[in-house]
Nanobody, 119 residues
Framework: QVQLVESGGGLVQPGGFLRLSCTTS????????MGWYRQAPGKERELVAE???????NYADSVKGRFTISIDNDRGTWHLHMTSLKPDDAAVYYC?????????????WGKGTLVTVSP
């Protein structure tokens, strides 16, 4: 059973920074994509950043230039480095990974970590 565990959320002032981490006991090489989604109150869950194995790194337009995703295969961890945080960035952030198996996509999610951006 693949498990993803987030850490690093919290309260930060506008303009501040946070680093979120997602750790898994699964082999990172088994994943097709690793990334982060977020969901603000009353809004749908949206992609923030993802790294496709052997492929591109994608970012939501709203975070380009401010957020960076990094992968640490040796530690089974990926991070979301968030800078210049805005109140609109406040949300529950979920780490996500997927595997491709026999033509199907298997999605895995963490339980989420809350990011609050407030003076």
């Amino acid at each position: 059973q693949v498990q993803l565990v987030e850490s690093g959320g919290g309260l930060v002032q506008p303009g501040g920074f946070l680093r979120l981490s997602c750790t898994t006991s699964a082999s990172m090489h088994s994943f097709n994509a690793m990334g982060w989604y977020r969901q603000a109150p009353g809004k749908e869950r949206e992609l923030v950043a993802e790294k496709i194995s052997g492929g591109p790194t994608n970012y939501a337009d709203s975070v380009k230039g401010r957020f960076t995703i990094s992968i640490d295969n040796d530690r089974g961890t990926w991070h979301l480095h968030m800078t210049s945080l805005k109140p609109d960035d406040a949300a529950v952030y979920y780490c996500h990974a997927d595997q491709r198996y026999l033509g199907r996509t298997l999605d895995y999610w963490g339980k989420g970590t809350l990011v609050t951006v407030s003076p």
